[in-house]
T-cell receptor, first 112, second 111 residues
Framework: DAMVIQNPRYQVTQFGKPVTLSCSQT?????MYWYQQKSSQAPKLLFH???????NEADTPDNFQSRRPNTSFCFLDIRSPGLGDTAMYLC???????????FGQGTRLTVV | KQEVTQIPAALSVPEGENLVLNCSFT??????LQWFRQDPGKGLTSLLL?????REQTSGRLNASLDKSSGRSTLYIAASQPGDSATYLC??????????FGKGTKLSVIP
């Protein structure tokens, strides 16, 4: 089945130790998004790719970066995680604004 | 700046009751509105998508309505079941690739 897959599902990392989260999709969608959702909060868009074009939200910390080596894969890199980066990270894909965005199951990141 | 509010933050109902979840948004210039379900520690599952030109969408026991001019949407759940227990989020799409989410309503259906 076509879907959005995030790995790992759970990640514990030490304060300041770089971490990479991955997202893959089999839908051939041209837009991929990364959202951050802290406990009991609304998901917040960090950035998105439209094909190879990278779009960073204005208030996304510099600590967060992303790579999209091909249509199917997108990575979220956190260079020096802080305790405040503990959250659920959600990847989503879509063709364009309008149609449904399809979400993955998320990666729960804990920074200790 | 678009803001989305969901009231109540939490709701507890006995099994079998019909219930309504509310969502309001500040900017009526939207492309569509989606309702999502989120189980604890999991990702988001899209339940219903309403385009800006539509008034409602139905899927099984779920019915979502949209009143764009007043900036409101409701999600109606008929004959609630314990398996409906989850957090329900609404999100609006303003056409800038960004979904703006509410914080959600945590629903508990008591057997």
């Amino acid at each position: 089945d076509a879907m959005v897959i995030q790995n790992p599902r759970y990640q514990v990392t030490q304060f300041g130790k770089p971490v990479t989260l991955s997202c893959s999709q089999t839908l051939n969608h041209n837009v991929m998004y990364w959202y951050q959702q802290k406990s009991s909060q609304a998901p917040k868009l960090l950035f998105h790719y439209y094909d190879k074009d990278f779009n960073n939200e204005a208030d996304t910390p510099d600590n967060f970066q992303s790579r999209r080596p091909n249509t199917s894969f997108c990575f979220l890199d956190i260079r020096s995680p802080g305790l405040g980066d503990t959250a659920m990270y959600l990847c989503a894909t879509s063709f364009s604004p309008g149609p449904k965005a399809l979400f993955g199951q998320g990666t729960r990141l804990t920074v200790v | 700046k678009q803001e989305v509010t969901q009231i109540p933050a939490a709701l507890s109902v006995p099994e079998g009751e019909n219930l309504v979840l509310n969502c309001s948004f500040t900017d009526s210039a939207i492309y569509n509105l989606q309702w999502f379900r989120q189980d604890p520690g999991k990702g988001l599952t899209s339940l219903l998508l309403i385009q800006s030109s539509q008034r409602e969408q139905t899927s099984g026991r779920l019915n979502a309505s949209l009143d764009k001019s007043s900036g409101r949407s409701t999600l109606y759940i008929a004959a609630s079941q314990p398996g409906d227990s989850a957090t329900y989020l609404c999100a609006v799409n303003t056409g800038s690739y960004q979904l703006t989410f509410g914080k959600g309503t945590k629903l508990s259906v008591i057997p």
